[in-house]
């Protein structure tokens, strides 16, 4: 089946330094790639929608500036924590859809556990 | 309130034992709805997806039930191994090909020998 990679899988960095996780569609293109954010013992929450070729789509209080999203490539998706904080602290996770519509099937990827001291 | 509820929030069973998840949903109207096992520490990986016609689907041990006139799913896991704990999440959604999920808290399962 498909496969969706992150990197790195774990990652402890200083308060004010920035962090950014890698999420790659192995072996399909990913015209769109979905970011979330989980805390212990929650729900998956999307953070936002990232666009090969265009501007990300923040979810509703999600700060834009802070988390960077770049989409550089049909199998290549960034997420850069700016100036990150222990609030921070979470896993997160990207998923790729491995056809244009979404809404039926998507490849989660194994997660990037964040820890900021 | 969630558009997704599951239950019971988490379980205790005995291997070899069967279990039976629940999920109750709100989403109206809706495209598919799925089931993902998640690890510890690790992302979701799919089990099951139904579309609205669709009313049980099975993967191995796992079988999923759909019900779209009241809105209920189920997940049963028939002899259950120390593999299955995990945390099973319930995810529907909405038609329009955006990413219109939403996902349960999960059912966690804890297998013990």
């Known amino acids: 089946g498909a496969v969706v990679s992150q990197h790195p899988s774990w990652v402890i960095c200083k308060s004010g330094t920035s962090v950014k996780i890698e999420c790659r569609s192995l072996d399909f293109q990913a015209t769109t790639m979905f970011w979330y954010r989980q805390f212990p013992k929650q729900s998956l929450m999307l953070m936002a929608t990232?666009?090969?070729?265009?501007?990300?789509?923040?979810e509703q209080g999600v700060e834009k500036d802070k988390f960077l999203i770049n989409h550089a490539s049909l199998t290549l998706s960034t997420l850069t924590v700016t100036s990150a904080h222990p609030e921070d602290s979470s896993f997160y996770i990207c998923s790729a859809p491995p056809g244009r519509d979404s809404s039926y099937e998507q490849y989660f990827g194994p997660g990037t556990r964040l820890t900021v001291t | 309130k969630n558009q997704v509820e599951q239950s019971p929030q988490s379980l205790i069973i005995l291997e070899g034992k069967n279990c039976t998840l629940q999920?109750?949903?709100?989403?109206?109207?809706?495209?598919?709805l799925r089931w993902y096992k998640q690890d510890t520490g690790r992302g979701p990986v799919s089990l099951t997806i139904?579309?609205?016609?669709?009313n049980t689907k099975s993967n191995g041990r796992y079988t999923a039930t759909l019900d779209a006139d009241t809105k209920q799913s189920s997940l049963h896991i028939t002899a259950s191994q120390l593999s299955d704990s995990a945390s099973y999440i319930c995810v529907v959604s909405a038609p329009g090909g955006n990413n219109r999920l939403a996902f349960g808290k999960g059912n966690q399962v804890v297998v013990i020998p």
């Open positions: 139904m579309t609205f016609s669709e």
């Open positions: 990232s666009n090969e070729g265009s501007k990300a789509t923040y």
């Open positions: 999920c109750n949903y709100t989403v109206s109207p809706f495209s598919n």
